[in-house]
T-cell receptor, first 112, second 113 residues
């Protein structure tokens, strides 16, 4: 089955700096890659996603890049703000399957 | 106000008791999912259902059971056979299986002592 690895597990940045979180996947059949933000005690919320026919997608301060050849995708947050502090999860979904495979999460802290 | 509701937010049980966690959605989604979240381990799939009266085991189904009698409801029972039931449980739904966005509920934190 699919295996998703996520790095780093923790990340601290100064307010205004950029943050990058990286994920790798193993199944070349994966074609959908969502990113979720989870605040303490709450359910994850989708912040951006990308499909395998696209190399990059941007939504205001958030962008995701996908390298199908290398089987990795990354989340980029620019001009970070304290409210960006949360746990971020990447996931991969094979087009032949019925489930998401999640990374182990990155705890992001933005220092004011 | 559309979305997914889970109740209760916190649940406490004694070891050896079965407990049922509620999940309801009004998004008219066909697919529903149950995940377990433990510190440092991400989300692991327990069961999923693509359609009413049908469900499949996920990666960690042992000690759990589900039913899908109605499209909007997907309750999860944590049985006494589950060796380590204390965890944060998340329900999700999507319009379809595979590459459709999954919407998550607020979660239920179960503590078994």
């Amino acid at each position: 089955g699919e295996n998703v690895e996520q790095h780093p597990s923790t990340l601290s940045v100064q307010e205004g700096d950029s943050a990058v979180i990286k994920c790798t996947y193993s199944d070349s059949a994966s074609n959908y890659f969502p990113w979720y933000k989870q605040e303490l005690g709450k359910g994850p919320q989708l912040i951006i996603d990308i499909r395998s026919n696209v190399g990059e997608k941007k939504d205001q301060r958030i962008a995701v890049t996908l390298n199908k050849t290398a089987k990795h995708f990354s989340l980029h947050i620019t001009e970070t703000q304290p409210e960006d502090s949360a746990v971020y999860f990447c996931a991969a979904s094979p087009n032949t399957g019925n489930q998401f495979y999640f990374g182990t999460g990155t705890s992001l802290t933005v220092i004011p | 106000d559309g979305g997914i509701t889970q109740s209760p937010k916190y649940l406490f049980r004694k070891e050896g008791q079965n407990v049922t966690l509620s999940c309801e959605q009004n998004l008219n989604h066909d697919a529903m999912y149950w995940y377990r979240q433990d510190p440092g381990q991400g989300l692991r799939l327990i069961y999923y259902s693509q359609i009413v009266n049908d469900f499949q085991k996920g990666d960690i189904a042992e000690g759990y059971s589900v039913s899908r009698e109605k499209k909007e409801s997907f309750p999860l029972t944590v049985t006494s056979a589950q060796k380590n039931p204390t965890a944060f449980y998340l329900c999700a739904s999507s319009a379809g299986a595979g590459d459709y966005e999954q919407y998550f509920g607020p979660g239920t934190r179960l503590t078994v002592t």
